[in-house]
């Protein structure tokens, strides 16, 4: 099995207990992303960095509060904090 599939099974069996984590911990993620892109400036550029992060958390977090299934609620929450770091790391270390 790949780390996927594991991950994705330990969420579904878990569903509750990780969609909760997943609200406060993906929420968190983008609440730093923000923090980071909002210190280089408020540019167009920034403000399409902070867009995207901020639609990738609602979007992660409304897939859980509408109860869709949990594959597209992993694959959002996945996207989501992928996003995040992704834009951590580019306005850490590029920016």
């Given amino acids: 099995m790949t780390l996927y599939q594991t991950t994705f099974e330990n969420f579904n069996k878990n569903y509750m207990g990780s969609a909760a984590m997943a609200v406060i911990g993906q929420s968190c993620l983008g609440g730093a992303a923000a923090m980071y892109v909002l210190a280089n400036g408020t540019s167009v550029m920034q403000m399409v960095q902070l867009a995207i992060i901020v639609l990738a958390c609602v979007f992660a977090n409304t897939s859980i509060l509408a109860q869709m299934k949990h594959k597209v609620i992993f694959n959002l929450i996945i996207l989501s ?15």
């Fill in 81 to 95: 904090a992928f996003l995040s770091v992704f834009f951590i790391l580019l306005n850490s270390l590029v920016l």
